[in-house]
């Protein structure tokens, strides 16, 4: 039995680029070598698609120097489903098939559905979800309006674009005095906390307004939300989407909110998994975690972030395509505390991947 070609595509130009390669190092190491023939293409920061040596340990998140894909043997895969992936220069091998892609990918040019219309171009399989629901769940405005429309709490908010701004920043300031302070700001397709601030007085506003646009000419400007962060992982099934145990991170130590520093530093953030909340309110979660994935049209995996406030009240943050895939990430350890173990996990999604055909996604 011939085996199936999965390549790992990772790295890529957004500011998530190593975590990314982070993410993509467990999943080399995690595929099963007996059942697949995998390849490991990197995208540098540039945008660059090359051959990289199937080597996880050069991909760790651990070292003092974050991972990064420099150069190789140059890779293209061009819009054209007769054609597969072609080397650029001697010394690439040439696959003249791939049967399916798992684009470990974070933020812009991966997990906003710009990579997922590439491969249906190309007509190659791919895990997760597919174009729209891409694109819909990185534009936090996007998601937020079928969220609600689907019967979901969130945050109510504002969309302020860079020429509005520009424009009249005194009708924003009004629209902010509206929503009430604090508010946090943030670039509508951005991730890993790059770009937000909280802002609890007026006079903070021009600056964190600016801050956000350097990442986004989109910008949000949400209400804050007062509650606990509890997270939930979903995973398509034959019945519809899993819900898997949710859980809680607790920023510790002297942050505002959970920010870049937090998220990736081992020591600012405490993680209960499951989450230590009632039962009702689990179930609750997970329902509404199962009905924001279907609202925004998900495949594969997502992983549903909520507030939860007094007495259970949920309001969902946001909804990631591509979640943090390391084996420290909470998705893959919400799915072990669930009963499925990070190879299992990785082999769901690749067999999930294979049975969706590519169009109209
Ligand atoms: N409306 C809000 N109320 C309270 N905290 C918020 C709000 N929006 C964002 N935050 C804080 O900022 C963090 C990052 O915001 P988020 O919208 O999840 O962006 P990212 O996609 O970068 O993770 C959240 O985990 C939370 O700590
Ligand atoms: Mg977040």
Redesign the pocket.
Known sequence: MSRTRVAVVFGGRSTEHAISCGSAGSVLAALDRDRYDVVPIGITTEGRWVLVPDDPARLALSGNELPEVKDGPAVALPGDPTVGLIPLEPGAALFDAVDVVFPVLHGPYGEDGTVQGLLEMAGVPYVGSGVLASAACMD?AVAKLLLAAAGLSV?PAVVVRDAQWRADPGAVRTQVRALGLPV?V?PAR?????G?SKVSSLDQLQDAVEEALRCDPKVLI????VGR?VECGLLDGPAGPQASVPAEVRVVGDYA??DFQAKYLDAATELDCPADLPEEVTAALQDAARRAFVALGCEGLARV?F?VGENGVLTV??VNTMPGFTPTSMFPLMWRASGVDYPQLVDRLVQSALRRPTGLR
């Not at 949400?222 to 939300?225: D, G, L, S, Y």
């Open positions: 936090k945050a946090f943030k951005g991730g890993s906390s790059i937000i949400e209400a804050a939300v962060e909110f959970y972030d507030f943050n946001e």
